[in-house]
Structures are given as structure tokens and as C-alpha cells.
């Protein structure tokens, strides 16, 4: 794992949050925003897709398994929409058939809930601080 240095974040980086729990978007915002990172949150990701289409975002924290389009689903249509934004999917239940697709799709790395804080800043530092002309290559996505 890597060390969370607040320094990484240079700037305000702003996060797109997708999940449908409630309580997760809470907290999550919370822990972000105290690290200085501005959150957007989303219930589903219709929701996402009807206020922002997905753009201006620095990194995306999806939820795998939400009514409607899931993680992977709206992932694919960002990609699709040219959208290469750095994501990061969350899950409580981890399927295996998705595999490829999570691969296919560019996700940088998929936690599992409860999600450990440090491991969560680290990857967001990480994808981050590559700034915005690292964010258009995206591992996977062709």
C-alpha cells in the first residue's frame, strides 16, 4: 500500500461518487472533503449521467452493483463517450464474471467494502496526481 501524502493533491481534485447506499456516500464525502478533495455524490448512475454526462471529474468512485446501470455499465458508456477518466469501483459483493469487463474498461482498481480509508486516498493520490494529460490513458482501455 502506499503512503497518503497530502501533498499529492496540489490542487483541489474533484471526485465523482456513485452508490446507491446512502450511508457509504456519506460517509466516503466525508473522509474525501477532509482531505480537501471536492465530491460530487450521485444515487444511481442515471443520476450522474442527467446532472454532469459524466465530465469533470478528476476520479470515479462507482458502485458495482446498483439498480439500473451498474458500475461497469456506466463505465462503459463514459468510455464509449470518450469520458477516460481514472476510476475506482467499490463493492460489497465482488462478482468474477465482471473480471474482463472491469479490465476492458480501464478500472484502476476495485475495493471492497467496507473500504479501508488509507488504501482509498492512496489510490485516489495516486491516479490524481498524474494531473489531467495523465488521465487520458487509462490501463485496458484502447
Known amino acids: 500500500m502506499l503512503p497518503f501524502h497530502r501533498k499529492t493533491l496540489d490542487r ?3 471526485i465523482y461518487l456513485v452508490d446507491d447506499d446512502e450511508a457509504v456516500r456519506d460517509s466516503a464525502r466525508m473522509l474525501l472533503e477532509a482531505h480537501g478533495m471536492t465530491v460530487r455524490d450521485f444515487d444511481s448512475a442515471a443520476t ?3 446532472k454532469t454526462r459524466g465530465e469533470g471529474a478528476d476520479c470515479l ?3 458495482l452493483h446498483m439498480p439500473g446501470l ?4 456506466l ?3 463514459l468510455r464509449k463517450r470518450g469520458i477516460l477518466v481514472p476510476a475506482i ?3 460489497g459483493r465482488h462478482d468474477p464474471l465482471l473480471n ?4 476492458k474498461a480501464g478500472v ?8 479501508d480509508s488509507v488504501a482509498l486516498l492512496d489510490w485516489i493520490a495516486r491516479v490524481t496526481a498524474r494531473g489531467p494529460e495523465g488521465n487520458t490513458t487509462i490501463p485496458g482501455h484502447k
Do not use: C, F, S, Y
Not at 70 to 73: A, C, H, K, V
Not at 100 to 103: F, H, K, P, S, V
Open 75 to 77: 463505465l462503459e458508456l
Open 100 to 103: 474482463e469487463r472491469i479490465t
Open 61 to 63: 468512485l462507482l458502485d
Open 48 to 50: 450522474l449521467l442527467e
Open 12 to 14: 483541489q481534485k474533484i
Open 89 to 91: 469501483i467499490l463493492t
Open 108 to 115: 484502476v482498481a476495485v475495493m471492497h467494502k467496507p473500504v
Open 70 to 73: 451498474n458500475g461497469i455499465e
